[in-house]
């Protein structure tokens, strides 16, 4: 018999991690709100054509990361698990003719995202992110509210030490001239350039310079920069995204390497680190401002901005930073009774508790009352609920598991007993 594993690049959250996760995307959904950004859902896959085109075909992610659906021989269309959320959030503004409504439309999500990418530390061809996109608004003042937003996600989740790096690659006023001058530079090393660089050095140059290859470190650190070839309204715009984000307190250093790794990118480019440790891998989240997608996409010209955070990076750091918090989701009361036939009374109470909002587990083995009351110990609960002779007066013996004390509570009486006792524990 074959033994079945999770796919190579995937991994199962177990309770614990799912927990961890679950807070993360509450941290996101919650601070979304704060901000005025509306919850949003789209579908996890896409025709392959919205990331082909929106994202750009000589880039990695579609290159070689894409994730397709081979199509069934009946269906015309092509598609692609998402690998990214922006090129599906720009359809759906333009589909649901989003242009009409109050603009910037600010939209928030989370979920899974899918790259077929080699799988190492950190890396998956599943993980989670943290997303918010503002469509219609072309900055700059935005592009900060955006970057402190980031930056505030890590502050709650507990990460400690993260920094911003900031850069802007330009437009289409600029970006050309930049593209020309690049090129000149690696066609003049071309000899030492890795073959996938130098075939991507007549398609798409900017991909060189965040190459993951090794081999590109010292070429790219040498290359022209975008800094000195931007135009007077993206340097405009760039000086104005640093004097608000100053304004506004928000640590960040300027970096030329962060190109981003997509085509749709315009201007503003950003990505959070956890300070001395800016290795490629470990980019914790990014973003930056769209000016061209929806255009591209079909709809009006229309500016955006946006991040995506990693939210299995963040696990993973504040695992590092041993900073993770047990959640408090044990339940506060085990219902147990000596009788092992007595499974209809202890569901029946155990349900009634629940239906008060109280965390209860009903012990429904055969196993001795002793073993119960361990194994409700193990669970963290802080009470045993033991069913006996009482239950003919309409009572229940409550042990305080923590306190080591017992007493006789009246069944009426038990939910608010639970919960006073429980919450007084706590406050207390
Ligand atoms: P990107 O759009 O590639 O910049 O991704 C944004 C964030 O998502 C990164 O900074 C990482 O935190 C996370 N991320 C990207 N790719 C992966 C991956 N293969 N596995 C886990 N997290 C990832």
Not at 5 to 32: K, N, Q, V, Y
Request: aromatic share 8%; hydrophobic share 40%; with cysteine.
């Amino acid at each position: 018999m074959a033994t079945y594993r999770a796919p190579r690049g995937t991994r199962d959250l177990l309770p614990e991690e799912r927990a961890l996760f679950e807070r993360l995307m509450g941290i996101g959904s919650e601070l979304a709100t704060r901000y005025g950004y509306r919850p949003f859902e789209t579908p996890l896959f896409e025709q392959a054509a919205v990331f082909e085109r929106g994202i750009g075909e000589t880039t990695d992610v579609v290159e070689k990361e894409l994730f397709r659906i081979a199509p069934r021989t009946e269906e015309a269309e092509s598609w692609a698990l998402r690998p990214e959320w922006t090129a599906g959030i720009v359809r759906a503004y333009v589909q649901h003719g989003m242009q009409t409504w109050p603009q910037p439309v600010k939209l928030a999500i989370s979920g899974p995202i899918f790259r077929y990418d080699r799988p190492q530390a950190g890396r998956y061809r599943q993980f989670w992110q943290f997303d918010v996109e503002a469509i219609g608004d072309p900055g700059p003042a935005i592009d900060a509210e955006i970057v402190e937003l980031g930056l505030r996600f890590y502050r709650e989740a507990g990460v400690e030490g993260v920094e911003v790096l900031l850069n802007s690659i330009g437009d289409p006023a600029c970006r050309p001239a930049y593209v020309e001058t690049l090129t000149d530079y690696y066609r003049r090393h071309a000899a030492a350039l890795p073959p996938v660089e130098r075939n991507r050095l007549e398609r798409n140059v900017l991909r060189l310079l965040d190459s993951k290859d090794p081999a590109m470190a010292e070429l790219n650190e040498a290359a022209p920069r975008i800094s000195d070839h931007l135009c007077g309204a993206c340097n405009a715009h760039l000086e104005s995204v640093q004097a608000h984000l100053t304004a506004l307190d928000v640590p960040f250093r300027v970096e030329p390497a962060v190109v981003r790794g997509l085509d749709y990118y315009t201007r503003t480019a950003f990505e959070y680190y956890v300070a001395g440790r800016e290795g490629q891998q470990q980019a914790l989240g990014g973003g930056g401002r769209y000016d061209g997608l929806v255009q591209l996409l079909g709809g009006r010209p229309t500016p955006g901005i946006g991040f995506a955070l990693g939210l299995d990076r963040v696990a993973l750091v504040l695992a590092e930073q041993g900073s993770i918090s047990a959640a408090e989701d044990g339940p506060v009361a085990v219902v147990v009774g000596a009788d092992p036939d007595d499974t209809v009374i202890r569901l029946r109470i155990a349900t009634q508790l629940r239906a008060t909002g109280l965390r209860v587990r009903a012990d429904l083995g055969r196993r001795k009352l002793g073993r119960q009351l361990q194994a409700a110990g193990k669970d963290g609960a802080h009470f045993a609920v033991i069913l006996g002779d009482e239950l003919n007066a309409g009572q229940v013996q409550v042990r305080d598991l923590l306190a080591g004390t017992q007493r006789v509570v009246a069944l009426d009486d038990l939910a608010r007993e639970l919960a006073r006792a429980d919450a007084s524990h706590r406050h207390g």
